[in-house]
T-cell receptor, first 113, second 112 residues
Framework: SQTIHQWPATLVQPVGSPLSLECTVE??????LYWYRQAAGRGLQLLFY??????ISSEVPQNLSASRPQDRQFILSSKKLLLSDSGFYLC????????????FGSGTQLSVL | DQQVKQNSPSLSVQEGRISILNCDYT??????FLWYKKYPAEGPTFLIS?????DKNEDGRFTVFLNKSAKHLSLHIVPSQPGDSAVYFC???????????FGTGTSLTVIP
């Protein structure tokens, strides 16, 4: 069966520090991969999605970037965190075909102080 | 620009009664719709989905209705149980299967 791993679960970082969140998927090949953010009191905002290695689409301009160095690995990064980057970050995957579900990881609570 | 909207941030329902959660969307290209349930500090979990070729899909206590002409969908939970208390997100996907857009969520509280 397929599983998705996301870490760390909680992260407290100072403003201006770098960020690296990692997500891996097991049990499937060539998944679509996604990064979402849930800011306090807000919905789930799509940040990035990827349909293959090295293929990244960005939905919103921001201080963050994403990379997909391997088929089942998706990384969210920042060179210098801002206070506004605080939020709950979720990695997700789907099979990429029509009418397929999206499966989420357990999330990372990022606090930028 | 919010393409999927849930206009009710919260809803309270008595145990055993019906919970109705609503969702509106603006993009007529959306082809597939989903509902997710989320507890605090956890990832959302899939509840039920519906394709645009249908107007109703039922799974146990959960039923999703789709009105394409109104660009509106709703989730009915009958009967509501205290364990249903969570934040519910509706989502819409384009027919490419690559992008999923979520609403802002509705926090459901089922009162025992």
């Amino acid at each position: 069966s397929q599983t998705i791993h996301q870490w760390p679960a909680t992260l407290v970082q100072p403003v201006g520090s770098p960020l690296s969140l990692e997500c891996t998927v097991e049990g499937t090949s060539n998944p679509n991969l996604y990064w979402y953010r849930q800011a306090a009191g807000r919905g789930l905002q799509l940040l990035f999605y990827s349909v293959g290695i090295g293929q990244i689409s960005s939905e919103v301009p921001q201080n963050l970037s994403a990379s997909r160095p391997q088929d089942r690995q998706f990384i969210l990064s920042s060179k210098k965190l801002l206070l506004s980057d605080s939020g709950f970050y979720l990695c997700a995957w789907s099979a990429g075909s029509l009418n397929e579900k999206l499966f989420f990881g357990s999330g990372t609570q990022l606090s930028v102080l | 620009d919010q393409q999927v909207k849930q206009n009710s941030p919260s809803l309270s329902v008595q145990e055993g009664r019906i919970s109705i959660l609503n969702c509106d969307y603006t993009n007529s290209m959306f082809d597939y719709f989903l509902w997710y349930k989320k507890y605090p500090a956890e990832g959302p979990t899939f509840l039920i989905s519906i394709s645009s070729i249908k107007d109703k899909n039922e799974d146990g206590r959960f039923t999703v209705f789709l009105n394409k002409s109104a660009k509106h969908l709703s989730l009915h939970i009958v009967p509501s149980q205290p364990g249903d208390s969570a934040v519910y997100f509706c989502a819409a996907a384009l027919n490419t299967g690559n992008q999923f857009y979520f609403g802002t969520g509705t926090s459901l509280t089922v009162i025992p």
